[in-house]
């Protein structure tokens, strides 16, 4: 086969996982629309349980009742789709890879995918009624805390994002010690710049509280050495003499 042939065929190859990609993600969409509203109370809850008795949300915009809720459908459906439209990545990359590539790689997406997942989870459950509550409970006297349904979804959506990009920390760690990118070494001594470092991301990403920060700061600190200690365990051969410390 000529390099043209192989060229269009990867490309033909590629045309057919982005269309499955994108098949797998309308049906989700088409799936997750009729319970939209549901999904966007789900997802309002933690402000919603602390805000006062008498109070709600509200919308701004004349079309913000029917977009928002379907925005939320569509992000619950890109989130469900995920392992399929991964799965559609790694069939297309994989025969191109040399085993031991797809005996490190293929885990390596699925713990990337799940360490994501669980940012989210973390910032949902864990920091949300915490920084809420706050918010709320500092609301000057005469303030009536109704928020816009439409700032509150750009809102949730940047902090999902930034503790999704957060977790996955040990896998930059791992990915840098695998291919001899950094020594393990390097990444102990580097750990007081990576605290300082982890508050001023905190700083970057979150709200201008303090609690976001923190909850933030202190769990992309405890990945950074739960990364550095996987690392130790597969680093390349003949770096034996940094497993301890």
């Known amino acids: 086969m000529s390099m043209t042939e192989t ?13 499955k990609i994108v098949l797998g993600l309308v049906v989700c969409v088409i799936a997750f629309l009729p319970f939209s509203n549901l999904l966007y109370t789900w997802l309002a809850q933690p402000l919603l349980s602390h805000m006062p008795v008498g109070t709600h949300m509200i919308a701004t915009a004349v079309t913000t009742p029917f977009l928002v809720p379907m925005k939320v459908a569509t992000l619950v459906a890109i989130v469900v789709s995920l392992p399929y439209t991964l799965y559609q990545a790694w069939a297309f990359v994989a025969p191109g890879l ?3 590539e797809r005996r490190f790689i293929g885990p390596l997406i699925v713990v990337s995918t799940l360490l994501f997942l669980a940012g989210m989870a973390f910032a949902y459950f864990a920091v949300f009624p915490v920084l809420f509550g706050f918010i709320t409970a500092s609301a000057p006297k005469g303030v009536a805390v109704m928020t816009d349904i439409g700032n509150y979804l750009d809102f949730v959506t940047t902090m999902f994002v930034s ?10 760690v791992v990915v840098l010690v695998k291919f001899n990118l950094v020594k393990i070494e390097m ?14 991301v905190g700083a ?8 976001s920060q923190i909850m933030l700061a202190i769990p992309l600190w405890l990945l950074y050495e739960a990364g550095v200690f996987v690392a130790k365990f597969i680093q390349p051969r003949g770096d034996g003499n940094q497993l301890d410390g």
């Not at 060229?7 to 269309?19: C, G, P, Q, T, V």
């Not at 503790?163 to 930059?172: K, R, S, T």
């Not at 990444?187 to 001023?200: D, N, P, T």
């Open 204 to 211: 970057i990403l979150t709200p201008p509280d303090v609690i």
């Open 98 to 100: 040399y085993a031991h």
């Open 7 to 19: 060229f269009i065929s990867h490309l033909l190859e590629l045309r057919n996982r982005l269309l």
């Open 163 to 172: 503790f999704g990009l957060a977790f996955e920390v040990p896998i930059a």
């Open 187 to 200: 990444l102990k001594e580097a750990r007081s710049y990576v605290i300082v470092g982890a508050f001023i």
